[in-house]
């Protein structure tokens, strides 16, 4: 029985380190597992110049040159539901998403023939929905899409660009209610 105990006792031990060395991995809601987030490749992209991240310990690029995005490293973003009634309106974004390629040429095409999806991987949901594609400067031109992610869960965007796709998972949560001074 004592070499049971002991046994359990260091599974116990393991699987908390282990939790703790994955922790950086995962969303600070419980409810979301540790897979549903993109974490940084061991050797991530690197798109032509003059693109580069602002700062690069907290982002890094996902793609190819035919169609990349820049992603967090905590990859989670806050819901914030719609009114009653708003349900289809893309207003307010859960996020902008920024798109480039070799390929793209904002002189020459606006708006941008660029295409976002996302679906829930932990759960049924309405579709995602997306704003009109338009162009950004960051620090070169980029496409630039606005998304809306339904309900919080565990959600999988998907770029698509003249036939180059790129995904990554990110974590919803519902964002904290903003704590207004003494009334």
């Avoid at 990349?68 to 914030?80: I, L």
């Avoid at 606006?110 to 295409?115: A, G, I, Q, S, V």
Wanted: hydrophobic letters at 35%; a positive charge.
């Amino acid at each position: 029985m004592t070499v049971l105990r002991l046994v359990l006792l260091i599974s116990l031990a393991t699987v908390t380190a282990t939790d703790q060395h994955n922790s950086s991995k995962r969303s600070s809601d419980p409810r979301l597992p540790a897979s549903c987030v993109t974490v940084r490749p061991k050797k991530p992209f690197t798109p032509p110049a003059p693109f580069e991240l602002d700062d690069k310990r907290n982002s890094f690029w996902l793609g190819s040159n035919m169609l990349w995005t820049a992603a967090a490293k905590s990859q989670v973003w806050g819901f914030v539901p719609h009114q009653p009634g708003h349900e289809q309106e893309v207003q307010p974004l859960t996020a902008k998403t920024f798109w480039g390629s070799v390929t793209f040429d904002y002189k020459k095409e606006y708006p941008p023939n660029l295409k976002v999806t996302g679906r829930r991987l932990d759960g049924q949901a309405p579709p995602l929905l997306t704003s009109r594609g338009t162009n950004a400067f960051v620090p070169a031109a980029a496409m630039l899409m606005g998304v809306w992610v339904p309900t919080p869960g565990c959600w999988e965007i998907t770029g698509e660009y003249k036939g180059a796709k790129v995904s990554f998972v990110v974590g919803v949560e519902p964002e904290k209610p903003v704590r207004q001074g003494n009334q």
